[in-house]
């Protein structure tokens, strides 16, 4: 059996705002796959969205608040450094350059993101720097294209725990605890005036409330 290596799990996303369906997923994650740590990347300008209602600093500001004295968390700004659409693909290659061939990485994504798989920049490359890891979301079934099924389909491996024996190529999907939790819900929530009590870090929700994000009027928000 191939020796276990040094795991880095790469968990991007929008995060506007980060919440807890994020933040759970990360943890039981990190712990399931005993990997030594889990990155957080917020996207700088996500390709495939329009603009998010944080600018970047705002939702990489908010990731820091979330995750803070979390241990084997920690958030990777590398992607508001490139002033360019943030394709996965680059930020991979350049991960891939700076940790070297030998470390196990594996980049996560949710049903949603995984189901829209082949619209991403070099979307077949990834498996070259990568192991691909999905995890199921409450409210999104698994449903991606056919030339993604079937290309993953070889790729398939045979439990979570080889994810971390091969540096890429892999591929491999898991249902974790499952929180029907949104930013997209999050941000009408708050648009409606609703509270986002327990949906989101007390520290972001002081962010949200500080920088009076996604409001339609600049009104209060309720706590
Ligand atoms: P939006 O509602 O604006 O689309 P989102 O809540 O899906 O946002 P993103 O920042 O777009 O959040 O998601 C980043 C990654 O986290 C994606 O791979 C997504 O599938 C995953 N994700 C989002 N919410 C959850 C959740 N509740 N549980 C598990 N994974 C999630």
């Known amino acids: 059996m191939t020796a276990a290596r040094h795991h880095t799990i790469v968990f991007g996303g929008t995060f506007d705002p980060i919440h807890h369906g994020h933040l759970r997923s990360a943890i039981e994650l990190r712990e399931a796959l005993a990997a030594e740590e889990l990155r957080l990347v917020p996207s700088h300008r996500p390709p495939l969205r329009g603009a998010p209602?944080?600018?970047?600093?705002?939702?990489?500001?908010?990731?820091?608040?979330?995750?803070?004295?979390?241990?084997?968390?920690?958030?990777?700004?590398?992607?508001?450094?490139?002033?360019?659409?943030?394709?996965?693909?680059?930020?991979?290659?350049?991960?891939?350059?700076?940790?070297?061939?030998?470390?196990?990485?594996?980049?996560?994504?949710?049903?949603?993101?995984?189901?829209?798989?082949?619209?991403?920049?070099?979307?077949?490359?990834?498996?070259?720097?990568?192991?691909?890891?999905?995890?199921?979301?409450?409210?999104?079934?698994?449903?991606?294209?056919?030339?993604?099924?079937?290309?993953?389909?070889?790729?398939?491996?045979?439990?979570?725990?080889?994810?971390?024996?091969?540096?890429?190529?892999?591929?491999?999907?898991?249902?974790?605890?499952?929180?029907?939790?949104?930013a997209s819900d999050i941000r009408d929530r708050i648009r409606c005036g609703r509270s986002i009590r327990y949906l989101v870090p007390d520290g972001v929700a002081e962010l949200i409330h500080h920088w009076a994000l996604y409001q339609a009027q600049p009104t209060g928000i309720p706590s």
């Open 53 to 182: 209602g944080a600018d970047s600093k705002q939702r990489l500001a908010m990731v820091e608040a979330a995750i803070a004295g979390t241990p084997g968390l920690v958030v990777d700004g590398r992607e508001l450094l490139r002033d360019r659409p943030s394709y996965t693909v680059d930020t991979l290659r350049q991960m891939r350059a700076e940790f070297g061939e030998d470390r196990a990485l594996t980049w996560v994504m949710g049903s949603d993101a995984y189901n829209q798989l082949h619209r991403w920049q070099q979307w077949q490359s990834l498996f070259e720097l990568a192991n691909v890891l999905v995890i199921e979301r409450a409210d999104f079934a698994l449903q991606p294209a056919a030339e993604v099924t079937e290309f993953c389909a070889p790729r398939r491996l045979a439990g979570a725990s080889e994810l971390g024996r091969q540096a890429a190529g892999g591929f491999y999907c898991m249902s974790l605890i499952q929180l029907p939790i949104s």
